[in-house]
């Protein structure tokens, strides 16, 4: 019985313990083209991020360059990304199924802080 109680304890241990039983974790950040203002934002935030937390959650965290918003929504539907920059009305019509989007709306989006304000008229 004791050996029983022991196994299911390790196995627990193994499922749940605290630090990576299964190895680093990558978070990767998509962006747009090299040549706009996302994609040095994004590299600039991988490094900051790698330098702040990766190692203290066994983390690796990587810019990649794209399109920009659009695809940047496509990419975060295929979960070829984790983060992504996308401007603030290409995120509305997603989430609400607009426009490009319409009749599909990507409800599970979320922002985590905007980089500078955008006026569309």
């Not at 630090?19 to 978070?27: D, L, Q, R, V, W």
């Not at 990419?75 to 199924?97: D, M, R, S, T």
Request: a negative charge.
């Amino acid at each position: 019985m004791l050996k029983r109680y022991l196994i299911i304890l390790i196995v627990c241990l193994l499922i749940f313990g605290g630090t990576s039983a299964f190895g680093k974790e990558f978070i990767t950040i998509t962006t747009a083209t090299t040549g706009g203002s996302f994609y040095p934002a994004g590299v600039a935030l991988a490094v900051l991020l790698n330098e702040q937390l990766g190692d203290k959650l066994d983390i690796d965290f990587s810019s990649q360059s794209s399109a920009g918003s659009v695809e940047n929504i496509d990419i975060l539907q295929k979960k070829e990304a984790e983060i992504a920059f996308i401007q603030n009305n290409v995120i509305l019509w997603a989430y609400e199924g607009t426009r490009k989007y319409e009749g599909s709306p990507y409800e599970k989006l979320r922002t985590l802080t905007p980089l500078f304000s955008s006026q569309y008229h």
